[in-house]
Every structure is written in structure tokens, then in C-alpha cells.
């Protein structure tokens, strides 16, 4: 649904996008990710056609963004960082307005429609300039909508929000995934992409790597388990490293943690020969870490 060969974007002498090439796959969920700066927006930007590429190319839902625009911009949805919004306007006026310039089958029905599902139904009537900034997020996201776009562009969905308006959001999110939408979240929350996404790209300036959250883990990590045992002896130790399987060992505390590429065909021999060398096994835990630290890792291990 999106291609981008070599795709980049310069202001100036400032290369915001370098030569990106990323594909994302019909009904995926995408989290881009990326420190301040990184080129997130504009990348979001060029692939909705309303900047355009300073070199490379980019197709979404098969059309070019350069070439065919117009095809393009039907066909995504976006919500920018800042949603602009007529202030004086109502609610349902905004939308009724941006349904109108798309062609919108049944503007007043999609409306409604959207405005119950995002929780202003009974706000419609009041000037969005009212609104508090949840309430304006959640609007953006209706209008992102109205036009039942394919593809949608999500620009930080769920920053200015409270948790539970978050939650709400979130959950939209993944009904949206489960419509088929294909769809490309930029956040900077991490549980989040870690929840909702089926693959994650992280991105400072270039590409630096695109794979699911689970293979980055395991990738930066390895896997790992830990055995927690009431007290660490070094006959403990010992008789583990006599089994000479492949498998790295470290103790932290009364804790032995084990690092292995099948840690499952390895744990159950590991927890024998404690046991059989007088250990007492109190736990036996895989370790995940979270996406937070694999992206600090990656991104150099500054925060
Ligand atoms: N219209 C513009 N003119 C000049 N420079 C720009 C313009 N738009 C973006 N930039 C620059 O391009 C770089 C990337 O900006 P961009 O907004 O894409 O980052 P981002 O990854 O979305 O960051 P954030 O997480 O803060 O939203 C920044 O250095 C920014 O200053
Ligand atoms: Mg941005």
C-alpha cells in the first residue's frame, strides 16, 4: 500500500529525509518511530502529497505522489500534529465542510457517525475554538475519517490526551486495524506502538532498521530467561556450566539469567542440574524487555 524508493527531502542544507526505502504492506500497521527531528512529519507529509519529494519516489495505494496526487490524497486520511480547525465553526460544521470539499457520500450520516464514535456527539453544536485539546485531537481524528480512507496517517494520535481519552484512541486504533486499514502511526510512545503495531521502523533521518518489535528484542537482547533461586552458590553455577550447552550465564543477586538463541530447549536442563546440585528453584521467568529500551539501544543508548 506504501513504497518508498529512495525517498528524500532536504530544507535547504538540512537533509530531513534520506533515501528511504520502506514498504508497508496492505492492513499493516506501521509505528514509525523516531526522536525529535527525525523527519517523521515530513515523511508523512510527502506520502500524503502535500509536500513533495526533493529526489526518489513514493507510491501510496498504487498511485505516485507526485504524478497523481490528487488519487493519492483521496485515498489517505491524516491527522497532523496540529489539527487545523475552524475555531469559530462548530463541531459538526468543521466536518460537514471537509466532507463536502471530499466528495462525501453522506456527509450528515458519517457526521453523526463519527462524532458518537469519538464521544462529541453531544458537543456537536459548540465552536471548536471551545474545545479543550483532547476534544480537538478527537475531532482531527473524525475528519481524518469521514472520507473512509484506506490508508491512514496518524501524527501522534494520542499526545495531547488525558489516559483514558488515550485508551479510547487506542482502541479506535486497532478497530480501524481490524477493518483492514492500512495504517501508519508515528508516536512517541512506545507501549503503544508495541501494542498496536505489527512492525515497527526506526527512523532518524535514514532508516535505520524495520522489523516487528519482538525480533528487535531478540535481536538486541538475544533471549532470556531468569532463575530465581533462594540462595546463588557456586556449585549452582558450576554444575550449569558443566553442561556445556550454549547458553551465557550471569548472576545478579540470588538471580542466575540466562541467554540463549531457544532458551525453551535449554531451561528445563538448566533447571535439572540446579536442582539436582541442591539449588532451590523459587521462579523461572522469560525476560521481555521493553520496546523503550531496545529503541535506546538502537538509537545509540542516549535518552
Ligand atoms: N517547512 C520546513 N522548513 C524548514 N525545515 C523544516 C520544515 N519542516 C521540517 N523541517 C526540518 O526538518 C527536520 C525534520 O522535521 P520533522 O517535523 O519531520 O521531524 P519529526 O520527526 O516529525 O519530529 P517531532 O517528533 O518533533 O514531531 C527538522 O530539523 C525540521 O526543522
Ligand atoms: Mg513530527
Known sequence: MIET????????ELLAVDRLDLDVARGECLGFLGPNGAGKTTTVRMLCALIAPSEGSARVAGHDVVREADQVRRKVGILTETPGLYDRLSAR??????????GVDDVAGQVRRYLALLGLWERRDDPAGTFSKGMRQKLAICRALLHEPPILFLDEPTS???PEAARLVRDFVGELKSQGRTIFLCTHN??????????VALFRNRLLVVDTAASLRHQTYGRQVEVRLRELRPEHDAAVRALGLPVE????????????????????AVVRALVLAGAEVQAVTPIEHSL???YLEIMGGQP
Open 160 to 162: 495531547a490526551l488525558d
Open 292 to 294: 523503550e529500551r531496545v
Open 190 to 199: 512506545l507501549e503503544e506502538a508495541d501494542q498496536l503495531c505489527d512492525r
Open 93 to 102: 460544521r468543521n466536518l460537514e465542510l471537509f466532507g463536502e470539499l471530499y
Open 249 to 268: 550465564l550471569a548472576a545478579v543477586g540470588a538471580t542466575l539469567r540466562l541467554r540463549a538463541d531457544d532458551p525453551d530447549a535449554i531451561t528445563p
Open 5 to 12: 524508493r529512495r525517498l528524500t527531502r532536504r530544507f535547504g
